[in-house]
């Protein structure tokens, strides 16, 4: 057997697994599609997100490194930080709903410099024994039992490795965990077009905020999204996100051109494209088959964050550990997957399908909609599933005013259950 | 008969992963490229590509 553990892919799950298995003695191979870590062109958010329990943790930003302060586990970083104190909802006329700390005193999230932060990561490992085979693709494989093969494509030669542990950690489109049989209970959900431009000049955009833009008039059926970059003041990422049916290259056109925002556009220009596209599945319930173990985005609805990648790699590290001495590291992280990210829980995926607000509502609807939380400061939460529960809580505070004012927007609330008969 | 990546290509990478061939590789650019000889034309970089920069070889229908 050529390796004790071998992972695929060289991200925040795999690498910090990698680094982890290494300090504890384990042979580990990583394989990456990439040719080095020199360049990071995959769209990403690229934030921590530092709200209490998130993933059920709490993170810390401390002086060259952050501190999961629950699990224990702490990653040296030193690259660059910016903070983003506002997170703002714009309805088509410019209705705001605005998420915030302590009034904008105290930030949300922390955008941070991915590409560093893995290159760092990389040579860590690289330092603590653990090889890597770069450029290399993996076309398939088997679990035998008492050892993984995995089938792999460098230079154009096929060649099989073996392995007694095998840690997947591809990202989210799950390709190579399907072809080892794990994504076989999971539904698969819609795919999604994700194009991200880093731009300069656009005018009338708060500094280190996110800012989503919500309605038709913006040409997107999700929406178009003005966050801060690392570049400093005056340098934003636009994010679009499309569908097979309506592509990002097609609304970013529209968004900067034809929507309510094009004004701000006039005198923008592009300094650097990046883009992913998502096919997203349910999430892996099971993550744990025989010898392999599929970790991060891979096993996750859509995602875990950077920062859940690395809670997933110190983990897996834990039980692959587990497993060779014996013990029943995989069930363990099973559970700890089932209990600590919030896609696992039915009750939040129950909320998060009730809470739509694009597609449902017009754009004279969604006006009416947001100008009832204008006043309001909703507080802390970047959940993909508790932010727009805070949304509809806050609009329900006023669920009498809209009955009255507006019935036939009541009616629809009904219908997708956002409000009661 | 093969795929072709144009300069619209912005690096993600996910044509690689699904290419059931194993014929898209990262080039020293950054950007991907298909081997024209392990290409089976399946369709399903194009398929995966977020930017539309993957599309038949000129001259094909």
């Known amino acids: ?421 | 008969m093969a795929r072709r990546i144009s300069d619209e290509c912005v690096g993600c990478g996910t044509c690689a992963a699904f290419c059931p061939k194993g014929a898209i590789s990262q080039a020293v650019t950054g950007y991907y490229v298909v081997d024209p000889e392990g290409c089976i034309d399946c369709g399903s970089c194009e398929k995966a590509c977020p930017a539309e920069a993957i599309a038949p070889e000129e001259g094909q229908a």
Not at chain 1, 26 to 42: H, S, T
Not at chain 1, 145 to 162: A, F, K, N
Not at chain 1, 191 to 211: D, F, P
Not at chain 1, 238 to 261: H, N, Q
């Open chain 1, 1 to 421: 057997m050529n390796h004790e553990c071998i992972i695929i892919g060289a991200g925040p799950a795999g690498l910090m697994a990698a680094l982890k298995l290494a300090e504890a003695g384990v042979r580990v191979l990583v394989i990456e599609q990439k040719i080095n870590m020199d360049k990071l062109n995959r769209a990403c958010s690229m934030q921590f997100i530092i709200d209490d329990d998130y993933e059920d943790d709490v993170l810390k930003l401390e002086d060259g490194k952050l501190v999961f302060t629950k699990s224990g586990l702490e990653v040296p970083y030193d690259g660059k930080l910016v903070p983003v104190y506002n997170k703002y909802y714009h309805s088509p006329k410019d209705h705001v709903i605005r998420f915030t700390r302590e009034s904008g005193k105290a930030p949300l999230s922390y955008k941070f410099d991915k590409q560093h932060f893995l290159k760092s990561l990389y040579d860590l490992c690289a330092e603590k024994g653990v090889s890597f085979m770069m450029g290399t693709l993996v076309m398939g494989g088997k679990d035998l039992g008492d050892e993984v093969q995995v089938r792999v494509m460098h230079d154009r030669e096929q060649s099989t490795l073996s392995c007694r542990k095998l840690i997947i950690a591809e990202g989210v489109n799950a390709v190579v965990s399907g072809k080892f049989g794990m994504n076989r209970d999971r539904k698969s959900a819609a795919t999604a077009y994700c194009l991200k431009y880093l731009m300069e000049g656009i005018t009338g955009v708060e500094n280190n905020s996110w800012n989503l833009y919500y309605g038709e008039c913006y040409r997107s059926k999700t929406a178009c999204i003005i966050g801060p970059s690392l570049e400093g003041d005056g340098i934003f990422e636009v994010t679009i996100t499309g569908s097979p049916e309506l592509m990002p290259k097609k609304i970013f056109e529209e968004f900067t051109t034809k929507s309510p925002m094009a004004p701000n556009f006039r005198n923008a220009k592009l300094i650097k494209k990046s883009g992913c596209s998502v096919k997203s599945y349910l999430s892996m319930m099971n993550p744990c088959r025989g010898n392999v173990i599929c970790i991060g985005d891979c096993a996750a609805m859509i995602e875990v964050e950077t920062q859940g990648g690395f809670l997933c790699g110190d983990r897996a590290a834990k039980a692959v550990i587990a497993e060779m001495e014996g013990k029943n590291g995989f069930d363990e992280y099973t559970k700890w997957w089932q209990d600590s990210f919030e896609f696992n829980q039915p009750d939040h995926m129950i909320v998060s399908q009730g809470y739509a607000l694009a597609f449902v509502y017009t754009d004279d609807e969604l006006d009416y909609l947001f100008s009832l939380c204008e006043g309001h400061e909703l507080h802390g939460t970047y959940s993909q599933y508790l932010t727009p529960k805070l949304i509809w809580d806050c609009i329900r505070l006023s669920s009498a005013k809209i009955r009255e004012e507006r019935p036939e927007i009541y009616a629809k609330m009904v219908k997708m259950g956002q409000a009661e008969q």
